[in-house]
């Protein structure tokens, strides 16, 4: 046989054959097997998820299930294509031996891989104080055994709802709340709604949308205690700011965080940001040195973006997911001249209030925005935001016609501000601070340090942020 055919032959063994498995059953995985087997991969397909459902759509539960639309066990992915493969649904990986290239599960088994991709997601993070969070009454939104709770709760139509965290869940939770003619509290610890994804200029319109539907928004407060009746239910939340309130449902809308335990000890570039990998969704060591046979995709993913700086960054949306588990099964069967990079210019939208919200691009890695079109009174605009004289991300409410216009924009990193795009200008189209958080605010989070003094045995380790 001749080189060529021998390679040939190689890169289509290497293509159909082998174990491939994939921890995380949601839309990631999901997609990622139905990619897997639309690129000719005939081997053995193994998917573990610690859930017991089949994979099912997550932005409905914040939406449609709490408005008791649509029930909460009703929101199944629809399947793009049969998949052939093991479900291992109900337990969850525990472990990654490396050196086996075994995954380990909760019931003592150890699943063979040839190929691994890990898209294990993020979840909820849980109340902080942990005899409270035994409350009934206390909720998170994740999964939908979650939203059935939560839609149980506003069912029952208690007094008053405190919602704590003004994100987009926690925004799209307070919508719902008045839609079902509840009072509701949202107590957010920044300025304003949507201060984080969104900034500070945002934040103010959110705010007021919030104020106008009747919620009762405190911001600058966090909620530093919740108190419970002899039944062991919430009954009253104490404020920064002094205040106790009486509330008898609370939903604790913190963010997420990324689902990586069970990576401990693999010695991946794994921790609190997720599991970094490069732009072909290949996993990084510890050390920052990419791996071969190991791929990550979804939430839980952390990767380089060119088109901003080529900063590590987490996309937490639906879109992201899918074109990242396209990417990362395509790339676990080519080899290095037919891969492919994962380079999504993120979208995201959220319904609240009656307006809908969509974004392009990545907002926060702006510092300016600037109305682009449209009026900020009626609720019906388009916003971009720019940094270093280019744009970065953009914002529509009520106008997502235009979004594709945008995307362009910051697919070609175009001057910011942007060129006016024709008609419907709005009345003020000066260029603002676009008033995000300080980066510089310390965290708790732990440093990585260089150890090793021989340049050949120099390595990574985590260490506690000395305080
Ligand atoms: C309430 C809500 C509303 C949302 N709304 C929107 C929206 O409007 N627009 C938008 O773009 N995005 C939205 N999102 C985000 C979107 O749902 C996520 O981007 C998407 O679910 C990511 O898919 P994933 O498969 O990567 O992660 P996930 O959906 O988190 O799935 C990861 C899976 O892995 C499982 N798992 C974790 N650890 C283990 C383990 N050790 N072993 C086995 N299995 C494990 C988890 O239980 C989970 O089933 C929303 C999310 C939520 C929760």
């Not at 940001?273 to 839980?300: K, L, P, Q, S, Y």
């Amino acid at each position: 046989m001749s080189t060529h055919a021998l390679i040939d032959d190689i890169v289509r063994t290497f293509k159909a054959e082998g174990r491939i498995v994939i921890v995380g059953a949601s839309l990631t995985g999901l997609r990622a097997a139905e990619a897997l087997r639309d690129e000719g991969f005939t081997g053995s397909l193994t998917i573990i998820g610690d859930e017991a459902h089949e994979p099912y759509d997550r932005p409905p539960l914040s939406k449609q299930v709490l408005k008791g639309w649509v029930p909460a066990g009703n929101t199944k992915l629809p399947r793009l294509r049969a998949v052939d493969a093991d479900w291992r649904l109900g337990v969850a990986a525990t472990g990654l031996d490396r050196d086996n290239r075994e995954v380990l599960l909760a019931n003592g088994e150890k699943v063979p891989y040839d190929r691994l991709l890990i898209a294990t997601g993020v979840r909820s993070r849980a109340w902080f104080n942990p005899e409270e969070a035994t409350l009934d009454g206390l909720y998170t939104l994740r999964t939908s055994e979650d939203a059935a709770k939560i839609q149980e709760a506003f069912r029952a139509r208690p007094k008053r709802v405190l919602i704590v965290g003004a994100g987009f869940i926690g925004s799209e939770m307070a919508s719902v709340c008045r839609d079902l003619g509840l009072d509701v509290t949202v107590a957010e610890r920044s300025s304003a709604p949507l201060v984080g994804p969104l900034g500070g200029v945002i934040g103010d319109i959110a705010a007021k949308m919030q104020r106008d539907a009747g919620v009762d928004l405190r911001t600058g407060v966090a909620v530093e205690a919740l108190k419970g009746d002899a039944d062991g239910h919430v009954r009253q939340a104490q404020l920064s700011d002094g205040t106790l309130l009486d509330v008898d449902v609370v939903v604790a809308s913190l963010g997420s965080v990324r689902n990586i335990e069970w990576l401990e000890g693999a010695e991946l570039a794994s921790g609190f940001w997720g599991v970094a990998c490069d732009a072909g969704c290949r996993a990084f060591d510890v050390n920052g040195v990419v791996t071969d046979n190991i791929f990550v995709a979804g939430d839980v993913a952390r990767a380089p973006h060119v088109l901003y700086e080529y900063q590590f960054m987490a996309i937490e949306h639906v879109d992201a997911a899918v074109l990242g588990a396209r990417t990362a099964a395509h790339n676990m069967v080519n080899l290095e001249k037919g891969r492919r990079p994962h380079l999504p210019l993120p979208q995201f939208w959220s319904g609240q209030f009656g307006v809908n919200i969509k974004g392009v691009g990545v907002c926060s890695f702006g510092d300016e925005i600037v109305f682009t079109q449209g009026s900020v009174e009626d609720l019906r605009f388009a916003a971009a935001f720019g940094k270093n004289g280019r744009i970065v991300g953009a914002l529509t409410f009520n106008h997502g016609k235009w979004l594709e216009y945008y995307a362009r924009l910051i697919e070609q990193s175009a001057p910011f501000p942007p060129p006016p795009p024709g008609y419907d200008q709005p009345t003020n189209a000066e260029v603002m601070s676009a008033r995000f958080g300080d980066p510089r605010a310390p965290t708790g989070i732990p440093d990585v340090v260089l150890t090793g003094h021989d340049p050949t045995s120099r390595g990574a380790e985590f260490r506690a942020r000395a305080r």
